[in-house]
């Protein structure tokens, strides 16, 4: 089995049993992964850049809030409808990623990585200056919902026709959650094929020996402008169909940077470079610390009273990157190069 | 018409003039042998004719066409390829996907020729892949070694590899012997030899005449950056001056 057949089958997997799971969820979970989907894909999108060609970003998020706030803001402002919003948005964060390339081109390593920092902090200073449009850190409601009531009505129908029905609220979760689902595995898709592709294995080799490269014939500018606009143009989708999913313009969702080290710790948790590694890192990092959260609900059958777990609420965070922290002291190269070499030793297969 | 033309290079690193008005050109199908003590400025020219490094004066003409000025993958397309003395490859790649990187064009949207016959001839051209499952099976060594498990000849061999896999008319050798064992050298200019049957045109430097004379067809000689000789190795080995440098530079 080549590598490029095992990450579209652990893909393929994964995709499965996101859509497989999606109706047993309750609500508070499916609002989780909804997130942690969406999230995978900025992940997935940082991977491309970053995880492949060792270019360490620490800016995505930067992406992100381009693509998001032009997408909110002309349809808060000038009411464009969503078609014409995402798109916008998405070619505004492909040019904010050629524009940004320039420069970062002449960088390498920390210097690079310290560019890319200067961006979402120069970004949020002018949200917030200009907060009486942008809404500031408060963020601005009142964005057109990706599932509309027409939509809604006309899955309704459908739905009805084959003899289910469900309740408004739940039928809206759904559809979110389910758009969010067909984007990731679209993204995902596309970004294994390509990172298993020439271009994936230029991208590679450029993390390893950027001379080397060059040496071969190769323009490595040309190759980084393209993972450069690649990349904004995954995490940009993301970010201007979030706004719609969101309903809102919020400013911690597109302008954490938060989000933009969690991009980074979860291609590392899962492997860089091995997109479907930067999926489940996604996964992990949204989902586990809810994990936690639920545990703090139980009551462990210790003692009389039993021994109640809600101390753990307020810990979660601090619980969840300690388990991260030991997860990457086992798995160095991270999650799917550890299972892959698992495999590879089973199977004794050689190379890629 | 000659291969490649270098005329009046000029290169200077503060108040060292590393190369002085060089003059010297390749033939098709010939070996050059760049001679001189070290720090004769031979790895300088080899880095101004790669685009490494500009000079300061003075152009060089590849197939009459100017390509002072070009960058390094420029002029790697158009036929110009060099083996590094430290070999430069991808720690984490295996032997064959090194050599892969070669193969692929500098074309993101043109779907080009599949790599995999050029590699798979790279390989074998080089020695690099020879058990008989080699390199087209998954059970050959090459599909799972990788380079930091192979001895000097063998990284030789693969720098050898991706420089032929970009399709080079002109070979530029750094030092190709520096390094290895007896038996290696003879393999190693065996195959420059075999190169060489096969029309390869070459340019070798090394700082040890004796070695090369047998290999080669032509040399110049450098010292501190300028041309002393040039000629037959034996034209080369008789001229006083050269004798000269070499004593003066520590014998050869």
């Known amino acids: ?352 | 018409m000659a291969l490649l033309h270098v005329e009046n290079l000029r290169k200077s690193f503060g108040g060292l003039m590393a190369v002085k008005d060089l003059s010297f050109h390749v033939e098709p199908g010939e070996i050059l042998g760049l001679i001189g003590p070290n720090g004769a400025g031979k790895s300088t020219v080899f880095n101004l004719i790669m685009g490494t490094i500009t000079p300061d004066q003075g152009r060089i003409l590849f197939k009459g066409r100017d390509i002072t000025h070009w960058p390094t993958y420029k002029i790697v397309d158009a036929g110009v390829a060099r083996v590094f003395q430290i070999a430069r490859y991808f720690p984490r790649k295996t032997v064959y996907e090194n050599v892969e990187i070669s193969a692929i064009p500098n074309e993101i949207f043109v779907r080009s020729a599949d790599p995999r016959a050029k590699t798979v001839e790279s390989c074998v051209r080089t020695g690099l892949c020879t058990n008989e499952h080699c390199p087209g099976d998954d059970r050959c060594l090459c599909r799972s070694e990788l380079p930091g498990m192979l001895p000097q000849g063998g990284l030789r061999r693969l720098e050898l590899a991706r420089a032929i896999g970009t399709d080079p008319e002109l070979l530029l050798l750094d030092e190709p012997f520096a390094g290895l064992s007896h038996a290696e050298v003879d393999e190693i200019s065996h195959l420059i030899a075999s190169l060489r049957d096969e029309g390869q045109t070459i340019v070798l430097v090394d700082h040890n005449m004796r070695g090369v004379m047998r290999l080669v067809d032509r040399i110049v000689v450098l010292c501190f950056g300028e041309k002393i000789a040039e000629g037959t190795p034996e034209e080369v080995a008789r001229n006083p001056q050269v004798q000269e440098a070499y004593l003066a530079g520590g014998g050869f």
């Open chain 1, 1 to 352: 089995m080549s590598l490029r057949t095992l990450k579209f089958a652990l893909l393929g997997l994964t995709v499965i049993v996101a859509g497989a799971v999606g109706p047993f969820l309750p609500s508070k979970w499916m609002t989780t992964l909804l997130y942690a989907q969406l999230f995978a894909v900025y992940a997935m999108g940082w991977d491309i850049l970053s995880g492949m060609t060792g270019q360490i970003s620490f800016g995505h998020i930067f992406f992100v809030a381009v693509s998001g706030y032009t997408a909110g803001l002309l349809n808060l402002y000038l009411q464009w409808p969503i078609w014409a919003t995402v798109p916008t948005g998405v070619v505004m964060a492909v040019l904010a990623g050629l524009l940004f390339s320039v420069p970062a081109l002449r960088l390498r390593g920390p210097y690079f990585s310290l560019v890319t920092l200067i961006l979402p902090l120069a970004a949020a200073r002018l949200v917030i200056i200009l907060a009486d449009w942008t809404g500031g850190e408060l963020g601005k409601f009142g964005v057109t919902p990706l599932c509309q009531d027409s939509l809604l009505n006309a899955l309704n129908g459908v739905l009805l026709r084959l003899g289910i029905s469900i309740d408004g609220f739940r039928l809206y979760q759904y559809c979110n959650y389910y758009f969010f689902w067909m984007l990731m595995a679209m993204v995902g898709g596309g970004l294994v094929w390509l990172s298993t592709s020439r271009i994936g294995k230029i991208l590679e080799a450029i993390r390893e020996n950027e001379e080397a490269v060059e040496a071969a014939g190769i323009n490595v500018a040309k190759y980084k402008i393209f993972a450069f606009v690649v990349s904004a143009f995954i995490v940009g989708l993301g970010g201007a169909l979030s706004v719609h999913t969101n309903e809102a313009v919020f400013f911690n969702s597109l302008l954490s940077l938060t989000t933009s080290i969690e991009m980074i710790v979860a291609s590392v948790i899962g492997g860089m470079g091995t997109i479907v590694g930067a999926l489940w890192g996604g996964f992990l990092v949204r989902g586990g610390e809810q994990v936690i959260k639920e545990l703090a609900q139980l009551k462990l059958p210790i003692g009389a009273a039993g021994l109640a777990l809600s101390f753990l609420e307020r810990w979660a965070t601090l619980i969840f990157f300690a388990l991260l922290l030991v997860l990457l002291f086992f798995a160095r190269q991270g999650l799917l190069p550890l299972l892959a070499g698992l495999f590879r030793r089973g199977r004794r297969i050689r190379g890629g």
